[in-house]
């Protein structure tokens, strides 16, 4: 009798501590669902490899629920070095490192790409292909990022668990990966659940959020509207409307429509942009979530502006004026 009540207290603490802790492979389509458009948008500016800065972000920060992740959100574990910013201190290797700390996320999703490409020790990584995360991984241990005999193992494990090489390819809309299976059902073929999966998933906001510039938002594909989305996140139209500075309720196809009101300026790292054919001051500000008020009065010109191609503009500070 006592054996069984055992067995059966064992039962009740493991069924609780199932239901109270979160899954890590649900961490983990989380953290990669909200940083894999960062990702693929870093490795385009850099050369990096998606699949390495988002493995990296997985093992370093704990899916952003590290300590350094929550309070100075520092994905990466870089340290002060030369860092003049401002700084966050806890034990690691050593008693009261000083460690980087960031205003958003995504400052050091910027960062961790500058600090790999202006030391000289991760020169040679910059010569591999984007597609060899093997590669990559392997060089990052030789080159010293981290102390852990096993840390190019645990990078690719990762990227191989998570089939994140598949964002090492320039994909115009990425797409996270499918559902649980559906059940067989007389009549149907595989192509048909397929298609049922995808178009249940299609409007399912939340499995479609990404962050940009530290606010949650969405990459427009057909059929969205700001109704739909409004009423999926309880909230009012004119109100989405007015977080995404819009005067008229018409998407695109590849627009981005943020949740929350938008920053003032681009997160650090992204200075200025310089303009390509068809960019338009609201194109600009919603691809680097800055309000376009903001992105107008900095850089001196109208919101239906005319934009030269090649010239700079400014996302964190005002244009100086000769």
């Not at 958003?104 to 995360?133: C, N, Q, V």
Request: charged share 30%.
């Amino acid at each position: 009798m006592e054996k069984h009540k055992i067995i059966f207290i064992a039962l009740f603490a493991s069924l609780l501590m199932a239901t109270v802790l979160p899954v890590k492979g649900e961490n983990r389509k989380t953290y990669i669902r909200q940083y894999k458009a960062l990702a693929i948008r870093e490795m385009e500016r850099t050369g990096i490899p998606a699949s390495i800065k988002l493995a990296q972000g997985i093992l370093e920060s704990g899916c952003g629920t590290s300590e350094l992740a929550v309070y100075a959100n520092n994905h990466f574990g870089i340290k002060c070095h030369d860092w003049e910013g401002k700084t966050y201190t806890m034990d690691d290797d050593r008693r009261n490192e000083c460690f980087r700390k960031y205003e958003t996320p995504e400052e050091s999703w910027i960062d961790h790409s500058e600090f790999l490409m202006s030391r000289p020790r991760y020169a040679g990584l910059f010569h591999l292909k984007t597609t060899d995360y093997k590669a990559w991984a392997r060089g990052l241990k030789a080159a010293g990022y981290a102390t852990n005999p096993l840390y190019a193992h645990q990078l690719i494990k990762i990227i191989e668990e998570e089939g994140l090489s598949q964002y090492d390819r320039v994909i115009d809309h990425p797409t996270g990966g499918k559902g649980d299976p559906t059940p067989a059902v007389p009549g149907r073929t595989s192509a048909d659940i397929e298609r049922e999966q995808a178009e249940s998933q299609r409007f399912d906001y939340s499995r479609r959020e990404e962050v940009r510039n530290g606010k949650p938002c969405v990459e427009i594909i057909s059929g969205d509207t700001f109704y739909k989305i409004a009423t999926y996140y309880g909230m009012k139209v004119d109100k989405l409307m007015k977080f995404n500075d819009k005067k008229d309720s018409k998407l695109y196809v590849g627009d981005i429509v943020y949740l929350k009101r938008k920053r003032g300026r681009a997160a650090r790292g992204y200075e200025f942009h310089r303009v390509k054919a068809g960019d338009t001051p609201y194109s600009i500000a919603q691809e680097y979530g800055i309000r376009l008020k903001n992105l107008c009065r900095n850089n001196f010109i109208t919101e239906d502006e005319a934009l030269v191609e090649g010239e700079k503009i400014y996302l964190r500070k005002r244009a100086t004026v000769f």
